[in-house]
C-alpha cells in the first residue's frame, strides 16, 4: 500500500484555542528624508486605495439569512467529487458535512492568507526606500485589516467551525516572512500569493450565491487587483537591475513558492479528513476538472506576471512545465 503522509486539517470550534506561529523576520527599516513622490504608477494606485475604501460593518448587509448547511450557497458543482460514485453513496447528512467542511476549510486558509499579507504590506512599508512604495504599502496594511474584519465575521456568523492554516500554505508564509530583502517579500506576496487570492476569489464570486459573499469578494477583488498591481510596479525596475546570481536566486525562490501553491490547491488536507484515502485524492480530487480549472487560473496569472519580470528562466520553465502551465509563458498578461 502507497505509504500516505499528508496531514489532517484542525478543526476549530468557536472559542477554542489557536496557536501563534512564530517567524524570525530579519528586516531594516528605512526612513527617507526626501518626501517628494516620484514614480507615478505607484502614487496612482496609493490615491486610488485613498478613494475605493469601504467598511465591512456599514457597507455590508449582514442581516441576509444563510443555510448552515452551504453558508456561502454554493452549487454542488464547484466539489470536486460531486457527480463521482463517492458522492452519490453519500447521504445527505454527509453532503451536508462536507459542503460546511470545504468551504469553512477554504475561508480558513483565505483568512490566514489575508493576515499574512497584512504582515508583508507592513514589513514593505518599513522596508522599502521610495516614499511612493511606502505610502501604497501602508495604504494595502489597512486594504488587508478590513479584509480580515470581514472574513472573520464570515467565519464567526457562517460557520460552526473553522480550520488550521495548511502545512504548504504556512511553510509558503515562512518562506516569504522570514526573508530580509523586501523584493523578495514583495514577490512572494505581492505578485505569487495576491495572484492566487485573485483567481480563487473570482471562481468563488462567479458561483456564490449569497448576495452577502459575493458583494463582499467584488469589495475584495478591487482592493486585491491594485496590490498585484503595486507589486508588479515596484518589482519591474529591480528585477530590471539584477546581476545573473540575483535573477537566480529570485527564480529559485519562485520555483519552491510555485510547487508550494501547487500543493495547496490540492487540498489534501481537508480532504484526507473527510475520509479520502490518498488515491482517491489523485484521481477525485487532484484531476477533478473543478481543481484543474482552479490551478490553471492561478498560474494563468502568475506565469506571464514571471516572465515580465524577466524571471522566466530554464529552472523556471522547467518547474513550470512540470506542473503542466509552461503555456501560459505564450499568453499575455492577465488583466
Not at 530579519?26 to 528624508?33: A, C, K, W, Y
Amino acid at each position: 500500500m502507497e505509504r500516505d503522509d499528508v496531514m489532517f486539517a484542525e478543526r476549530r470550534l468557536p472559542g477554542a484555542a489557536a496557536p501563534l506561529h512564530t517567524f524570525e523576520a530579519p528586516t531594516r527599516v528605512l526612513l527617507n528624508e526626501d518626501h517628494g513622490i516620484g514614480d507615478g504608477g505607484l502614487n496612482g494606485l496609493y490615491e486610488k486605495a485613498k478613494a475605493q475604501q469601504w467598511d465591512a460593518a456599514r457597507d455590508l448587509d449582514w442581516s441576509q439569512p444563510h443555510s448552515p448547511t452551504n453558508p456561502l450557497a454554493m452549487p454542488d458543482g464547484t466539489l470536486a467529487i460531486h457527480g463521482t460514485r463517492l458522492w452519490n453513496s453519500m447521504d445527505e447528512a454527509t453532503r451536508n458535512q462536507l459542503r460546511h467542511d470545504i468551504q469553512s476549510w477554504n475561508l480558513s486558509q483565505v483568512l490566514h492568507g489575508e493576515q499574512a499579507a497584512l504582515i508583508c504590506a507592513a514589513r514593505l512599508a518599513q522596508g522599502e526606500g521610495a516614499l511612493e512604495m511606502k505610502l501604497a504599502a501602508a495604504s494595502q496594511v489597512i486594504d488587508e485589516a478590513r479584509h480580515i474584519e470581514a472574513y472573520a465575521r464570515v467565519a464567526r456568523t457562517r460557520f460552526a467551525s473553522t480550520f488550521a492554516i495548511s502545512s504548504p500554505l504556512r511553510a509558503l508564509f515562512g518562506n516569504i516572512v522570514s526573508e530580509s530583502r523586501p523584493d523578495f517579500t514583495c514577490l512572494g506576496m505581492q505578485i505569487l500569493v495576491e495572484g492566487m487570492a485573485l483567481s480563487l476569489f473570482q471562481n468563488l464570486r462567479a458561483y456564490t450565491g449569497c448576495p452577502l459573499f459575493r458583494e463582499l469578494l467584488t469589495l475584495v477583488l478591487r482592493d486585491e487587483a491594485r496590490h498585484f498591481a503595486i507589486g508588479k510596479l515596484a518589482l519591474a525596475q529591480s528585477c530590471a537591475e539584477l546581476d545573473d546570481h540575483g535573477r537566480a536566486e529570485r527564480e529559485e525562490f519562485i520555483c519552491e513558492s510555485a510547487l508550494r501553491l501547487n500543493e495547496h490547491t490540492s487540498a489534501s488536507e481537508i480532504w484526507a479528513t473527510v475520509g479520502l484515502s490518498k488515491a482517491q485524492r489523485k484521481e477525485l480530487v487532484f484531476d477533478s476538472h473543478v481543481s484543474q480549472n482552479l490551478r490553471r487560473s492561478i498560474f494563468r496569472r502568475l506565469v506571464p506576471a514571471v516572465r515580465d519580470m524577466g524571471l522566466l528562466g530554464a529552472k523556471a520553465r522547467q518547474v513550470f512545465a512540470g506542473l503542466g502551465m509552461l503555456e501560459y509563458a505564450a499568453f499575455p498578461a492577465a488583466a
